[in-house]
DNA sequence: TATAATCCCTCTAGTAGCTATAGATACAAG
DNA sequence: CTTGTATCTATAGCTACTAGAGGGATTATA
């Protein structure tokens, strides 16, 4: 049985944070102190820790809440937890070409050694996609 | 003097944006047509496109005030539009190699071809930390 | 046992950057 | 003049938290 502070400390999520999952319903409301504080067992750790990962991850929120129902449910087929961890991997590479044409572009603007406003590329470039050397 | 949705289509931007982006300051509240709708000049929609293609570049709307109006004053020196960028350069290139360690991440857990979520990686991974190849 | 330091409670409101909705009005084409 | 589309304002909602106010609980030390 530990506090909020304690599970907090352990899993690297902020106080705030956890009341705010079992607002959520992400996970379940513990029980209490007889002060009326949260005190939390091994499966609400395990639960938070997994939560964690998974926002680690880059998981919305509602994508977690399926993974976890999976988790409860080990004799399921696991093709539904394949399609979300799949649909997210593709979002994850599109965000990478998307940031890598990106750095392109900024380091292309932030290397312009003119010392005014007016001949600078960083704000020319802004003002006119023209000048841009790769699609975005 | 083209209306809101003309300005919408060229700029790509939504018009409920457009709104958005008059309201927060960004941009000058246009003349109105006799029942007052928004009627916009060239210079609306050139200031419209700086935004745009900022917000494309990634840059929050705070950066790119300063930046226009850093563009309001070429004579100015540009150190601090160089300072925006870079800021931003190194932001963009610690996405890219977070991402990158996810991408791996995911490949990784996406690839198990269990069929049941007892024995699946995806679950698996998610609910033990230790299972993971890299740093995140 | 008293007290101070720290922890925790609920509730509300704020953040970024939009997006959606409702109900009313304006404008353009036929 | 009618019909259909475009636009108006105002308000609320979205994700995933974070911050603050005003109070009570727990723990460590004197």
Redo the contacts with the bound molecule.
């Keep these: 049985m530990i506090?909020?502070?304690?599970l907090?400390k352990r899993t690297g999520v902020?106080?705030?944070?956890i009341?705010?999952y079992e607002q959520m319903g992400l996970i379940d409301a513990p029980e209490r102190?007889?002060?009326?504080?949260?005190r939390y067992t091994k499966e609400g750790l395990s639960r938070l820790s997994f939560i964690r990962h998974s926002?680690e991850l880059g998981f919305?929120?509602?994508d977690i809440r399926e993974l976890l129902e999976l988790s409860q449910h080990p004799e399921k087929p696991c093709g539904d937890a394949h399609g979300i961890a799949n649909r997210h991997l593709n979002d994850v590479r599109d965000r990478i070409a998307k940031l890598t044409r990106l750095e392109g572009e900024l380091k292309r603007i932030a290397d312009c050694d003119s010392d005014n406003v007016a001949a600078c590329a960083v704000i020319e470039t802004l003002a006119d996609h023209k000048l841009c050397e790769t699609e975005h």
């Excluded at 506090?3 to 304690?6: E, F, H, L």
């Excluded at 102190?33 to 949260?38: C, E, F, I, L």
């Design positions: 506090s909020i502070g304690q907090s902020k106080i705030p944070t009341r705010y102190s007889v002060g009326n504080q949260r926002r919305p929120l509602e």
